[in-house]
């Protein structure tokens, strides 16, 4: 197994949240601040399903290459290809994914998956780093709203943009074993907690 400074996705852990408060300038504001959704209210017990899943996620990375997709959820959703002004795919220091951040002067381009379901949420929700926030952010298609994955760090200390290139053929053959080997991970501990 590797070490976990070389994981990808070093801490998957859907009980994890980051309440850090990172804003763009096209992200929805409620009473004058970013709505943040919590990660941890959506397990509760009360309430199967917090995020308001009909706004579909924006996917700006990794999560927009079909291999992936079909690595994580056993499908590639139907998605529509749009943009994110004044957002950004940063790249992330020793990562072979990109954070999104607030950048005044950009366009992110990505897709929008928005028939996920609820049990899609969740491996998509554990699968990703605990570090990302959960933000309403306004997109360019007659200016919708998604749900994004943003990365709490200010613009100056994130300075070059990803993009699918940014991972070679070896790395990304690596990164799509470790998410089927997560997904099969993540079934098993489902079927445990079930049983």
């Not at 009980?15 to 990172?22: F, Q």
């Not at 290459?65 to 590639?76: K, P, W």
């Not at 950048?103 to 780093?129: K, Q």
């Not at 993540?186 to 049983?195: I, V």
């Amino acid at each position: 197994m590797a070490e976990e400074s070389s994981n990808p996705n070093p801490n998957p852990n859907l009980t994890t949240g980051h309440a850090a408060g990172s804003s763009g300038p096209n992200s929805t504001k409620i009473a004058g601040k970013l709505e943040l959704l919590s990660r941890l209210d959506c397990l509760k017990p009360s309430s199967p399903s917090a995020f308001p899943t009909h706004l579909g996620l924006f996917a700006y990375g990794t999560l927009t290459i079909d291999a992936v997709m079909h690595a994580l959820l056993g499908r590639v959703p139907p998605s529509t290809t749009t943009t994110a002004p004044g957002w950004r795919a940063a790249g992330l220091p020793d990562l072979p994914y990109p954070g999104l951040i607030a950048d005044p002067t950009s366009n992110a381009p990505g897709r929008v998956y928005n028939d996920l379901t609820e049990r899609e949420w969740a491996i998509l929700d554990a699968f990703e780093n605990p570090k990302y926030d959960i933000a309403r952010i306004e997109l360019a298609n007659n200016a919708s709203e998604a749900l994004a994955y943003v990365w709490p760090a200010e613009p100056p200390a994130l300075t070059t943009t990803w993009t699918v290139d940014c991972i070679d053929t070896e790395r990304m053959e690596d990164y799509i074993a470790m998410c089927v080997e997560f997904r099969q991970e993540w079934e098993e501990s489902q079927r445990l907690k079930s049983s």
